[in-house]
């Protein structure tokens, strides 16, 4: 088995999944709100890229490939990204706009519902999206014309680097000016930022919005790095492999969601070997479901784990000056773990807090 | 006419079965107060049970009963181990350990079964024709099954002291436990209660879809979570109101507006529901 061409397989989608997760981040992260359904704006950013810059029918790229689709407008690969993150962006608007005043966990039931509505969309619309069977042949930036497609891999590797670097270097900055503060006010005490004269909602939209772009790029990086694009790629565990990178790196640190992408696919492409231990070799044969299985079996332990016994993240969010040793009221319930009020988000002791008195009056 | 006849008749069967699971969902959410994203699971477990039980060499009845004993202590269990030490840190470690456990399960369940459709063990049975209309009798069975199970909910909820120690808990648990309910054990049995409801669920799903699927009740969740926010969410009353709607819902909306989108239908109400009237047709607690 070539090492160095898996690493940076590896490293490619670890670095997508990163862009996901810094969404996510900024989402739930930063701002609190429970997105169950981000794989749908991974998706719509994947499709868009794909028939935005796949060749049009019939010309002879198209006869070349022997390709199936209906859809191709033959822009530029740049355009397909851009658009893939306008793709994201509005449907995070249309979603956004209509619930996201609902409070968390209706939230969370809401847009997990929703992207589920997209993937039934996307497979029922054949002539868009090739239904079920997906598109081949989607573009692959340079490939066998400035790039020889010996070193693609690596050219690829190090554009995405470039793009995801960039982006997080752009999170960053947002969310550490008095815009990210206000985002971290609504996460922390949503009556209280409104009582200061916060527009909530309206924060609250923005952040949807700015993560349904990221993981629209995302979806764009992803589909032309792959050359196909179909469906059966998004279905919701892919929502909480993001959730899992998210909070095993950090909840509220971006930093912390890329490495926490990087380390769950070290741990999920590690687990592909399985098939080739001695023992389960075996029942590999007579059931051929049970490593992709075991694999999501463990992805579901480590969830369960990270969320009781590592609830803060390999890096937790700092500890920011003005809110340090501020004390809450009463209400906070005492986290099993003695995490400080107000941070590691995992516990949520401010959501929990602040469910307690939704339940009455959602 | 007797087109939409038996839409209706296919349609409340769904809304039987939907409506049951709702029920056991909306007890669990009632005494836990978060949504348990892996109830979905308990609708497999008991199917796949059955079937192993039948194949056991048990009559049908006597394996769907010891399939939901089963799967209630597993829900007893599960809750123990992986729901109880999260209580008291707010509902988000509660969702999310949910949505792992879910994964967890259903690939336990492929990983020993298989992915493959596996047939459900029931006798074939000839529709009745009433004039000219043909009345097939599984759904009949399955809605009577489900109204038998919820006739029994309601009794054991309004007349027994379980029942009674259940709603006191959901209604302020800090009051009940200052009453002298031991709210440990009532939310034990209401694990149980719940986890068993959903095992008959899921047998009557896998009666109405024919087959079972390790991914049956991870998909059928979601109809299940629409049908319960609809009806006023802990409510289970309201959940039954709920799941006759999306249960009607589904059948028509496939039948006349189109077929290929079929659950998504119950997504689409699911977000009206909570656009419009996130507190459900019906509030208040059972």
Same mark, same amino acid.
């Given at each position: ?222 589909t032309h790095s792959l050359g196909v694009v179909h469906v059966g790629q998004f279905v919701p565990i892919v929502t909480f492999e993001v959730w899992l990178a998210v909070l095993m790196g950090g909840s509220g640190n971006a930093f912390g ?88 988000a995992g516990t949520a002791p401010a959501a929990g807090a602040r469910t307690d008195g939704g339940e009455e009056s959602p | 006419m007797t087109e939409l006849l038996q839409t209706l008749i296919f349609g409340i069967a769904t809304g039987a ?80 350990t949910s949505v792992g456990l879910a994964f967890v399960l259903q690939n336990l369940v492929r990983m020993i079964a298989g992915s493959n459709p596996i047939r459900f063990p029931l006798p074939l049975m000839r529709p009745w024709h009433v &004039?000219?209309? *043909?009345?097939?009798? @599984?759904? %009949? $069975? +399955? ?7 919820? =006739? ?109 989108? &079929?659950?998504? *239908?119950?997504?689409? @109400?699911? %977000? $009206? +529901? ?7 047709? =019906?509030?208040?607690?059972?």
């Amino acid at each position: 088995m070539a090492l160095l061409p898996f690493l940076v397989g590896l490293l490619t989608l670890a670095l997508i999944y990163g862009l996901l997760a810094l969404a996510l981040n900024l989402q739930f992260g930063v701002t609190g709100l429970l997105n169950f359904g981000h794989v749908a704006f991974f998706a719509v950013g994947a499709f868009a890229s794909a028939i935005v810059t796949l060749p049009p029918p019939g010309s002879a790229a198209y006869l070349q490939a022997a390709a199936q689709y209906h859809v191709g407008l033959g822009l530029p690969v740049p355009v397909g990204f851009l658009l893939a993150g306008v793709a994201g962006g509005v449907l995070a608007l249309l979603i956004g706009a209509t619930s996201v005043r609902l409070s968390s966990h209706y939230l969370a039931v809401a847009t997990f519902a929703m992207a589920e509505i997209v993937r039934s969309v996307l497979t029922n619309a054949d002539w868009l999206t090739g239904g079920e069977f997906g598109i081949a042949s989607v573009p692959q930036p340079l490939k066998n014309g400035a790039v020889p497609a010996s070193v693609y891999p690596y050219a690829y590797l190090a554009g995405t680097v470039l793009v995801v670097a960039a982006l997080l270097a752009l999170t960053v900055r947002l969310t550490e000016s008095p815009y990210g503060r206000a985002l971290r006010s609504v996460r922390d005490d949503e009556t209280a930022a409104r009582a200061l004269g916060k527009p909530t909602p309206l924060l609250k939209l923005g952040a949807f919005v700015a993560g349904g772009v990221l993981a629209g790029f995302a979806g764009s990086l992803w589909t032309h790095s792959l050359g196909v694009v179909h469906v059966g790629q998004f279905v919701p565990i892919v929502t909480f492999e993001v959730w899992l990178a998210v909070l095993m790196g950090g909840s509220g640190n971006a930093f912390g969601a890329v490495l926490g992408a990087l380390v769950l696919m070290t741990i999920t492409q590690g687990t592909r070997f399985l098939g080739d231990v001695p023992l389960l070799s075996g029942l590999t044969r007579s059931n051929p479901s049970f490593v992709p299985s075991l694999r999501f079996v463990l992805i579901g332990l480590l969830l369960i784990a990270v969320v009781r016994f590592f609830p803060r993240g390999i890096l937790p969010e700092r500890p920011r000056a003005p809110g340090r040793g501020v004390r809450r009221g009463g209400a906070v319930p005492a986290g099993g773990s003695g995490d400080p009020p107000g941070h590691g988000a995992g516990t949520a002791p401010a959501a929990g807090a602040r469910t307690d008195g939704g339940e009455e009056s959602p | 006419m007797t087109e939409l006849l038996q839409t209706l008749i296919f349609g409340i069967a769904t809304g039987a079965v939907i409506s049951l699971s709702a029920v056991g969902l909306s007890l669990s959410y009632g005494v836990t107060r978060f949504i348990n994203f892996s109830y979905g699971e308990f609708l497999t477990l008991g199917a796949y049970l059955t079937v192993l039980f039948v194949g056991l060499g048990l009559p049908l009845p006597a394996a769907i009963l010891v399939g939901m004993l089963a799967v209630g202590v597993t829900g007893v269990v599960l809750a123990r181990i992986f729901f109880d030490p999260l209580m008291r840190r707010g509902f988000l470690p509660l969702l999310v350990t949910s949505v792992g456990l879910a994964f967890v399960l259903q690939n336990l369940v492929r990983m020993i079964a298989g992915s493959n459709p596996i047939r459900f063990p029931l006798p074939l049975m000839r529709p009745w024709h009433v &004039g000219a209309l *043909f009345v097939p009798k @599984i759904p %009949v $069975l +399955v809605v009577a099954v489900a109204l038998a199970a919820m =006739l029994f909910t309601h009794l054991l909820l309004t007349f027994t002291r379980i029942g009674k120690m259940m709603r006191a808990t959901s209604d302020n648990p800090a009051l009940a436990r200052a009453s002298g309910i031991a709210t440990a054990r009532v939310l034990a049995a209401t694990w149980f209660l719940s986890a068993a409801i959903g095992a008959l669920g899921g047998v009557l799903l896998a009666m109405t879809q024919i087959a079972l699927q390790p991914v049956m009740g991870w998909s059928f969740l979601l109809v299940v979570f629409a049908a319960v926010l609809l009806g006023g969410i802990g409510n289970p009353y309201g959940a039954m109101l709920g799941s006759l709607i999306v249960g009607l819902g589904i059948e028509l909306g496939t039948s006349y507006l189109s077929p290929d989108y &079929g659950h998504a *239908f119950a997504f689409a @109400i699911l %977000v $009206l +529901v909570l656009l419009i009237r996130p507190s459900g047709l =019906l509030r208040g607690a059972f």
